[in-house]
């Protein structure tokens, strides 16, 4: 990581980072239902996207280090949505009636 | 045209003597001996399980073994095979010892790790044998709750905890690959000059760092649900069983690849060693290695199609497992191709690729049974299951295993076995094998459920097929234990290249020194590529 | 030197790869039992203070800031900056543990933590009228479809409510202290790295392990950056 970031972009990213923690933090007493997850996750994803590129200098690192990195999260999704899969599509086909 | 070749004055094996500079060793070849020896004690101990299982099922009346010690008897059998013999055995051996010659390095990229590893692994051993020694445990290797979670009064934190431990080795293992194949290469050797050993190690780490960890925190619930009460896979306390199962597969069905990979890349080597030709469809091997990896992830429900889950995520997941066949068979179809016309041979390692050749194709086409939804529902928890994944890991597997431990003893102790023997060995394992788990097909098919040690009497004489065929097995595993001992102190010096083949493990000597090579190499040819002069003096027949 | 920088960056962020998918399964499982048990969750997750999550928030994003700070001091091969960034991350994320310790006391008196001394008392009116998914987990069938509003909640006071609200602490301690524990092992590593930093051991040509050390420390700040909305915020409305 030969890039050296200045203070001052640290320092960004840390305000900024402070800001969305407020935001989600005031969003959850509002009530928008489902919507409140959806605000919630995204807004974390939104601050661990800028502490992986900026805080672990993720924008400045080789090609490979970003394969790892959407890799990790990529396989992450594939263990929460397939299972999720199971799970959401029961109620599709409901199960048969027992032959009493 | 060489004289008698002699042994190198200073190698890996003699390069410092005394119990410390073993166990504190950085040497990826001298780690990967400590692997070969620790893995075999599991595997005898394994098999003493499964000789206990089989005696047993040579009647019909549950007359050797109490239902629970039976239980216990195919738990053990199952855990130490999968987690403590399979799933280490070609990567921590073979693939320790190789990976760094063959990418033309002088070890592994962090060589202290790579013990740190070993030495966990012997942790986790001796959490499963103190499972072992203190009364077993009966939850089958699958640990399913909410028996194990809550009722089994077995021990099953000790190898639930077992499991966990012996998990981070096998990660620790497939890091240090990944990073070695990454950084570690010699000048010139390109991704596309590596052998594909190196390619079917690479796909295998990747499995190993993506799967891993998740059983590794499905063991810790079962653990803080046994241990504090935590209902998390419970239905009593609002749990669901199903849950365990969903995440305890998302690791096992991609370690089954785990098992698989690098018997598949020993495939490679051999075939192409022993037919002088270079592996038909390099390219087409090597992705297929990583396809395989990156399928393996998408599959796992398969082993759940009658556990509860929605008809329409079984449909989905039995279309995936369907198209995971297609890549292996890419494998199959390119060996075959190299086979015809190339000047093919019958030592030892290469009667293990024939044996290997023909029962993995045949077990992966009972996967597709298997996969197949509506016949999954009558074959599901019966032998023929049992028989399939036999197949592939005994038959496919092991054999992939000791046939690169033929192929590479010259390399790694300097001497050539008794080829006699190990022709004999080879032969009774694979007649043993088929013998053993041919039978069980027929057994699952008529629907003998499997787990079960007592069975209607009609089926008695599969079954003692099967127990007879155990025995052959049984003693093509034990011969060569012994001749390959025997040939330590006894066999024929082997030389640098006894075989003839390509490769940059072949260029230095046997055994080779500490830091592999001489010189850093220089990589200037592309992967298998013969010299036709060396071939006909080398021959060992 | 440069190869081996290489090779460890590469070799960390396999192993923080490892590491998502080990938090990735406790994430699967309150995923699922979130949905299956929304109102208990949600109760549950109300007794926790958000006064207390809500400075740990802050004070472990700002331990990432002064560990990215002493990355860049060792950049710039100014040992005592370095020393210091390290000290104040050191600091900071003991003040998270801390907090945790007060946070775990305090659900040890009101008998959260799940086992055979777990008891749910709600001080709140059971949530009338409002339907969770299903009608709740595998008792009843979750394969009822999501349409069939339930018009009856269970009240809260209601055994197999307990058993939800249950299930929810069990994944709460779990999760933050599976967290806590990979905290421990960074403060460790971080006194270690900064007993190194004061040897002199860096500069800067060699600073890689203080930037491995702040890639790991920076991952245990996203999974935490996860847990708080996650466990603390489920609905506050």
């Known amino acids: 990581m030969s890039h050296i970031a200045s203070v001052k972009s640290y320092v960004t990213i840390f305000l900024i980072l402070m800001v969305m923690t407020t935001i989600t933090v005031a969003v959850a007493f509002v009530h928008l239902g489902f919507f409140n997850k959806v605000v919630a996750v995204g807004i974390a994803t939104f601050k661990a996207t800028l502490v992986i590129l900026y805080f672990m200098h993720v924008k400045y690192s080789s090609r490979l280090t970003k394969l790892v ?17 199971d799970y959401g599509s029961r109620a599709w086909i409901p199960v048969p009636p027992t032959l009493e | 045209m060489e004289a008698t070749p002699t042994l190198p004055a200073l190698h890996y094996l003699n390069n410092g003597y005394g119990l410390k500079s073993w166990l504190l060793t950085k040497d990826h070849k001298r780690i990967a001996i400590l692997y070969l020896i620790s893995i075999s004690v599991f595997f ?33 059998h199952g855990v130490i095979m999968v987690f403590f013999f399979l799933i280490p055995s070609i990567p921590a051996t073979l693939g320790n010892f190789f990976i760094p010659m063959m990418v033309g390095a002088k ?8 013990l740190l590893s070993w030495y966990i692994y012997l942790v986790g051993g001796i959490f499963t044998f103190y499972a072992l020694a203190a009364g077993g445990v009966d939850t089958g290797w699958t640990f399913y709750t909410p028996y194990s979670a809550a009722v089994s009064n077995t021990h099953v934190i000790a190898t639930a905890l077992g499991v966990f431990i ?28 590596l052998p594909l050993f190196v390619w079917a190690h690479y796909a295998t780490s990747l499995i190993q760092i993506l799967g891993t960890p998740v059983i590794a925190i499905t063991m810790l619930m079962v653990f803080v649900e046994r241990a504090f009460g935590f209902g998390i896979f419970d239905p009593a306390r609002g749990g669901d069983p199903v849950l365990f199962q969903h995440l305890f597969w998302f690791y096992s069905h991609p370690a089954v690849y785990i098992m698989i990979l690098p018997a598949l890349g020993v495939m490679s080597e051999l075939i192409a060693a022993f037919s002088r030709k270079k592996v038909f469809g390099y390219s087409f091997v090597a992705f297929s290695s990583l396809a395989i990896a990156v399928f393996s992830f998408i599959v796992w429900a398969h082993h759940m199609f009658v556990a509860g889950i929605s008809v329409y995520s079984a449909m989905v997941f039995s279309f995936l497992s369907f198209s995971v066949a297609i890549p292996s068979a890419v494998k199959v179809f390119n060996w075959t191709a190299t086979l015809y016309k190339a000047s093919i041979s019958f030592e030892t390692p290469m009667l293990y690729a024939y044996g290997f050749m023909g029962l993995f194709t045949f077990g992966g086409l009972t996967g597709l049974i298997l996969a197949t939804l509506g016949t999954d529902v009558h074959l599901h928890d019966t032998y023929f299951v049992v028989a399939h994944f036999h197949y592939i890991m005994v038959g496919g597997a092991i054999m992939g295993y000791l046939g690169g431990l033929h192929y590479w003893w010259p390399k790694m102790v300097g001497r050539m076995y008794n080829e006699f023997l190990s022709r004999i060995a080879a032969i009774l394992v694979f007649v043993g094998f088929n013998l053993t788990f041919f039978p069980q097909f027929v ?19 599969l079954n003692v097929l099967s127990s007879a065929g155990a ?9 060569p234990l012994l001749y390959l001992l025997y040939s330590l102190k006894k066999g024929a010096v082997a030389g640098p290249n006894p075989w003839g083949a390509a490769g940059l493990e072949w260029r230095t000597s046997s055994p080779p020194p500490t830091e592999n090579f001489p010189i850093t190499p220089r990589v200037t ?8 002069q060396m071939a006909p003096e080398f021959k060992l027949v | 030197m440069e190869q081996q920088k290489e090779a460890s960056t590469l070799g ?34 109300r007794t926790l203070d958000l006064r207390w999550g809500g400075l740990n928030t802050v004070v472990l994003i700002a331990s990432s800031l002064t560990m990215a700070l002493g990355v860049r001091s060792a950049q710039l091969n100014r040992r005592k900056p370095l020393l210091l960034w390290l000290l104040a991350t050191v600091v900071l994320g003991s003040v998270f543990l801390g907090v945790k310790v007060i946070e775990y006391s305090d659900k040890f008196e009101h008998h959260h933590v799940p086992g055979p001394n777990f008891v749910w008392e709600s001080h709140e009116a059971a949530p009338a009228g409002e339907h969770q998914l299903g009608g709740g987990g595998p008792v009843t069938e979750p394969g009822r479809a999501a349409s069939e509003s339930a018009g009856h909640a269970p009240a809260a006071s209601n055994p197999q409510f307990q058993q939800w609200t249950q299930i929810y602490f069990s994944l709460y301690f779990t999760m933050t202290g599976l967290h806590a524990l990979h905290m421990i092992v960074g403060i460790v590593l971080m006194s270690v790295i900064a007993w190194m930093a004061w040897m002199g051991r860096f500069d800067d040509h060699y600073y890689t392990p203080v930037e491995m050390s702040g890639l790991y420390w920076h991952f245990v700040d996203i999974v935490w950056i996860y847990l708080f909305p996650l466990l603390y915020l489920i609905d506050r409305s």
């Open chain 2, 107 to 114: 070890d592994l990229a962090f060589p202290r790790i790579n």
């Open chain 2, 471 to 479: 025995s052959v097995l049984g003693l093509g595993y034990v011969l």
């Open chain 3, 12 to 45: 960390m962020w396999t192993f923080l790869l490892t590491e998502i998918l080990f938090f990735g399964g406790l994430f699967m499982a309150y995923m699922l039992y979130r949905i299956w048990y929304h109102d208990a969750f949600a109760a549950a997750s």
């Open chain 1, 69 to 85: 990195v959407v890799s990790g999260f990529f396989f992450l999704l594939i263990l929460l949505g397939l299972t999720m899969a």
């Open chain 2, 44 to 76: 005898f101990l394994g098999g003493l399980m499964a000789l206990l299982i089989r005696l047993e099922l040579a009647t019909p009346e549950a007359d050797l073994l109490s239902s629970d010690t039976y239980n216990k008897a195919f738990t053990l």
């Open chain 2, 443 to 461: 057994l699952g098919y008529l629907g003998m459920p499997r787990r079960y040690h007592m069975y209607p009497p009609e089926f008695q004489v």
């Open chain 2, 166 to 193: 012996a998990g981070f080795s096998s990660i620790l293992t497939g890091l240090n690959f990944v990073v070695t194949i990454h950084r570690m290469r010699a000048p010139g050797m390109t991704w596309f000059r």
């Open chain 2, 525 to 532: 040819t592309e992967a298998y590529e013969f010299e036709p």
